[in-house]
């Protein structure tokens, strides 16, 4: 039996909160990101001591995971925000140190985390392709063979000599992904891949991925979207809170993934007499505007920040704020319009859409509050029941369709609303 492209034996990543009230609540791949940017001031130059489970002072992005993945496999890694799975796609990418286990890696890999990241859009899209290969470790002649496919796939043909820059803005996203999958490697680390460029595109990276696996490649596949998941996938572990929970064929593991989701078995255990657990926030989730779980949005599509809500008492009150982020600045808040009063137990699904033509192209990130008003005392406070973060992108596709179709010229701004101009001239 030939050995597996990847081996992952006892693998755990925790990372210390030395500043613990400023990074209270932070999820997993969060502290992920923190942990990677200041890891040499957080570990000591000697080999680094694992920490007590439990520690206040750490927290446990993985802990103790173990798995293989063979040559011909796509390896689907589903679990709710924070569970670890960017984490561990990060220590395969060897872009983060683990702090204990190890991981064996047999090939080339090709990563698909940051999808753009690195492409100049001020060389040509033939130029970027050979800047990306050749960054790659792939030999000219190699890179050159594989032009004409990169192109095609990425819709780029008729661009192949325009500065990357005046390209449609999806097409950072879409020649980035055709140049990775159509290079030579053994493995592919891909994700929220899936969820950038339009549906056609979304649909030709799907049966792309498949075709990868099926050529005896190793791929591992993390998505919210778990139609994806199941149609794309042989096999898929879930993670939670940085633990192995499940490990099987695509529908199990999702259908029980879904199960216990729903059921709010994967929340932490609080106080069920305390005020807060009337209302459990089950997930936190992005939809395009058909309803599809998505992680990116297009600009001129738009979509829905949602909520999936438990409630458990009789008779309670919820109001929820959702507030758009930016970097460190918020872009907008926004509240139910009203007390949200429900008398009976049940799952409530709440959120807020986002128009088309609207956000701008760029990250944001998403933060959901809710809170729990009391019924018969209008004088009390509102108390907080449950807080959660997501992260996005909005994209351009179609740049023809937005209110950018015909300008050159810079776009940072946070919004980019289509608004109503007037145009009158004074000279009567």
Known sequence: MSEPRISVRNLTKAFALRRRKRLKGISADSAAAVGALFRHTLRSPERQVVPTRGDPNHLFALDDISFDVPAGQVLGIIGRNGAGKSTLLKILARLIEPTEGRIRVQGRVASLLDLGLGLSPELTVRENIQMQGRLSGIRAADISAAEERILEFAGLTAHRDSPLGLCPT?????????????????????????????????????????????????????????NAIKRTCSRVIWIDRGRLVMDGSPDEVVDAYMSELLAGHLLPEIDETSAVASCRLLDLRLLDATRAQVGALEITAGGYVDTLLRITSTAVSVRLVIELWQGKYMVLSCASPKPITINEPGTLRAGVRVPGDFLNENSYRARCIVYVLPLNDPEREPVVAAEEELEFSVMNPSPERSVWATWRGGRTAALSPRLDWTLESEDA
């Open 170 to 226: 999806g097409s950072f996203i879409q020649l980035a992904f055709s140049t990775t999958i159509n290079l030579e490697s053994e493995i592919v680390l891909a994700d929220e891949v899936l969820a950038v460029g339009d549906s056609r595109f979304r649909a030709e990276c799907e049966e792309r991925i498949r075709a990868v696996g099926e050529s005896g490649e190793a791929v591992l596949f993390v998505s919210h979207d778990m």
